[in-house]
């Protein structure tokens, strides 16, 4: 005679709800890494902006009057498609004020 097992249902539902809840888990965990690698790109990208300025301060004595003219004399780098970079000016010996945003709806 076979015995009915109780509760034959409770297993699958437990492993179920354990995937289910690693799953979740998982995917938040690959959301906030992703964060993450977004917030370091756009700190690198502004460290590379005020690094250039300050090494061409310390060429040529003064600031570049412009993030253009920046460009033009040290190459400095920026994905200019992922992010946008204000670069204002006061005086060509005093750092100017650098802001990099990352762009919205650009890919």
């Known amino acids: 005679m076979k015995r009915k097992r109780k509760f034959g249902w409770l297993p699958v539902a437990l492993g179920l709800l354990v995937f289910a809840a690693t799953a979740v888990w998982m995917v938040r965990a690959v959301g906030q890494t992703a964060e993450a690698s977004d917030?370091?790109?756009l700190r690198m990208a502004e460290q590379a902006v005020r690094r250039a300025a300050v090494s061409c301060?310390?060429?040529e004595g003064?600031?570049?009057a412009s993030y253009e003219d920046l460009k033009e004399r040290t190459g400095v780098a920026v994905?200019?498609?992922r992010y946008a970079v204000f670069y204002e000016i006061f005086a060509s010996n005093i750092m100017p004020e650098i802001t990099v945003v990352e762009r919205w709806?650009?890919?």
């Open 79 to 81: 994905d200019e498609k």
């Open 62 to 64: 003064a600031y570049p």
């Open 105 to 107: 709806g650009e890919g």
């Open 39 to 41: 917030r370091e790109g």
């Open 57 to 59: 301060y310390a060429l």
